[in-house]
């Protein structure tokens, strides 16, 4: 069985140093805030080359919090892509504003610079950049198509934790950024926990006290906030395992490699294109093939676990069935195009060839 994701393997490998560090928090009884979170934010705001990290509760809540932590004008456009999580769009209409959908590039996967250019209009307020598989997207041409607007950049880094783009660690490239600790990405807690990240004081403070409901001390509420706080078990595990993030990520890399070196030649399949420009963290290695639906049930018949991501673009969710409009997308094809492939450090390099061999043969 080759496992897409193995997380009691991963768990295997740092036991000693997870328990240890639970046990000193549960000694501590210190749960919220305190210590551990002060440590891992630091650390963590340090790793993104940002001045600033703000622990919350996971990172939905951190892509909310992001974005009430602008204060934008109520109802405000912001600008989503098309193929993401939900919760990317999700956060943007949780916040009171509007989510105005944007093409992605059928080779990176990101926004779509010629249907960015279109979507933005005097309503647009903010981007919502989504690094999407640990690619980060072009922030150049972004940052052009913004530069003498107000229009803020806001990062869904989700899925790349240590990405790059031109050398610059993604969370510190736009206003804001989100980051999700969830299990399965690649820096996970062991339960829901996630970040806010920034450059600026102003909103790195504004983020903190919506977090923990307003304040500015025990009982002194300056406004209404919310209670998404980041757990000190949570961030005790997540110190632990940023030690092994880069030696994590850089296995991913060479597995992308391997994948390519093997996969390349094959007419049916396109390999994701990894840009210039970036480091590329690979926490989904997605390939295309016209074939999709019968290669991942050979796949899983020959004991590869394998997912789609995503099945369905969020324009054509029933949640944003008022939103669509009849137009041609790429999305529109790549979510019956698109096929993730196993990749982690849990994963040798006999396992990805032989991944590779299956899918030559099925191409046979
Ligand atoms: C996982 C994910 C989120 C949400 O994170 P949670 O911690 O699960 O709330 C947001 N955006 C993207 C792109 C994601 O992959």
């Excluded at 807690?189 to 977090?211: F, K």
Aim: hydrophobic share 40%; aromatic share 8%; glycine share 6%.
């Amino acid at each position: 069985m080759i496992k897409f994701l193995d997380l009691p393997n991963q768990y295997r490998t740092i036991k000693n140093e997870v328990n240890s560090a639970i046990n000193e928090v549960l000694e501590s009884c210190s749960f919220i805030g305190g210590e551990y979170v002060k440590k891992f934010e630091a650390e963590f705001a340090n790793f993104c080359e940002a001045k600033y990290c703000v622990g919350c509760g996971n990172g939905t809540d951190a892509l909310e919090i992001a974005i009430e932590a602008l204060q934008l004008p109520p109802k405000s456009d912001i600008i989503v892509p098309a193929n993401s999580f939900i919760a990317s769009s999700e956060a943007v209409s949780r916040t009171g504003h509007n989510v105005v959908f944007c093409d992605v590039s059928r080779s990176n996967f990101t926004l779509e610079i010629k249907d960015l250019k279109r979507k933005i209009t005097s309503r647009t307020a903010a981007i919502l950049v989504v690094h999407l598989y640990g690619q980060p997207c072009d922030m150049d041409e972004i940052n052009a198509i913004t530069e003498g607007t107000n229009i803020k950049i806001i990062e869904d880094c989700a899925q790349a934790h240590g990405a790059e783009y031109k050398g610059s660690r993604v969370g510190s490239l736009g206003d804001v950024a989100a980051f999700s600790f969830y299990p399965g990405k690649n820096l996970g807690a062991y339960g829901d926990a996630g970040a806010v990240t920034t450059n600026n004081n102003d909103i790195a403070v504004r983020a903190r006290m919506i977090a923990n409901h307003g304040r500015i001390d025990k009982y002194n509420h300056e406004f209404e906030g919310r209670n998404s706080r980041l757990d000190a078990l949570q961030a005790a595990v997540l110190s632990v395992k940023l030690n092994h993030l880069e030696k994590w990520t850089e296995r991913r890399i060479e597995i992308a490699n391997l994948y390519r070196s093997h996969l390349e030649h094959i007419s049916d399949v396109t390999v994701p294109k990894e840009e210039k420009y970036a480091r590329h963290v690979y926490h989904l290695f997605v390939i295309q093939t016209n074939s999709r639906d019968k290669l991942s049930e050979f796949l899983k018949e020959e004991g590869i676990e394998v997912g789609v991501h995503y099945p369905i673009a969020l324009p054509n969710l029933q949640a944003y069935c008022q939103l669509h409009k009849k137009e041609k997308f790429n999305y529109d094809s790549l979510e019956k195009s698109v096929l993730s492939l196993p990749v982690g450090e849990h994963l040798s390099d006999k396992e990805i060839i032989f991944v590779c061999e299956r899918i030559s043969k099925f191409f046979a």
